[in-house]
């Protein structure tokens, strides 16, 4: 079983819906959960950071955490072709200094 | 200023060359990072530094050789590289926080690098 999982791509959405990019990951005890935007030929960019159960929103983008099912997942609302970008779900390896990345989800927001 | 630099933004090297890339940050963060990351995959993590020592090695060959001379730059020195090693070496740094946990990471731009 992989560290981190991503559900595979690619997601394609009209623009004005929501985009649902979900994540799962194997370390009941990691602590802090992160999603990534990139652009293509681009650097990481942090969208969300997430630590609780529960939702965290910021604008159009809301991560919800379930640490007993050991899910994180990323809403996107009312979706832009600007949005189009891989969705990277990065997870805190307890007591080891380092993250995992899944491997990414690409969406495509269609105008 | 959440700004990481990496210089140069392309580099193409011979396998008999020695290369540098360099990253630099000014964001106080005591834990930086270099990571590989090919065409359609996630970055995947080389070495970790963490208040100038290094702390993580994830079993990468010695032609890949990493030095932190001090909290802000970072220089990943490169030498009889081969083609599969073509890929974008990016630069990150954030917050070590309590238990070895990863704080949010700002990435560079990235150096494509080709290896011919």
């Known amino acids: 079983q992989k560290e981190v999982e991503q559900n595979s791509g690619p997601l394609s959405v009209p623009e004005g819906a929501i985009a649902s990019l979900n994540c799962t990951y194997s370390d009941r005890g990691s602590q802090s959960f992160f999603w990534y935007r990139q652009y293509s030929g681009k650097s990481p960019e942090l969208i969300m950071s997430?630590?609780?159960?529960g939702d965290k929103e910021d604008g159009r983008f809301t991560a919800q955490l379930n640490k007993a099912s050991q899910y994180v997942s990323l809403l996107i609302r009312d979706s832009q072709p600007s949005d189009s970008a891989t969705y990277l779900c990065a997870v805190n390896i307890p007591n080891a200094g380092k993250s995992t990345f899944g491997d990414g989800t690409t969406l495509t927001v269609k105008p | 200023d959440t700004e990481v630099t990496q210089t140069p933004k392309h580099l193409v090297m011979g396998m008999t060359n020695k290369k540098s890339l360099k990253c630099e940050q000014h964001?106080?963060?005591?834990?930086m990072y270099w990571y590989k990351q090919k065409a359609k995959k996630p970055p995947e993590l080389m070495f970790v530094?963490?208040?100038?020592?290094?702390?993580i090695n994830e079993s990468v060959p010695s032609r890949f050789s990493p030095e932190c001379p001090n909290s802000s730059l970072l220089n990943l020195h490169l030498h009889a590289l081969q083609p599969e090693d073509s890929a974008l070496y990016l630069c990150a740094s954030s917050h070590p926080t309590r238990a070895q946990q990863v704080g949010t990471q700002y990435f560079g731009p990235g150096t494509r690098l080709l290896v011919l």
């Open positions: 964001m106080g963060h005591r834990a």
């Open positions: 530094y963490s208040y100038e020592k290094l702390s």
């Open positions: 997430i630590y609780s159960n």
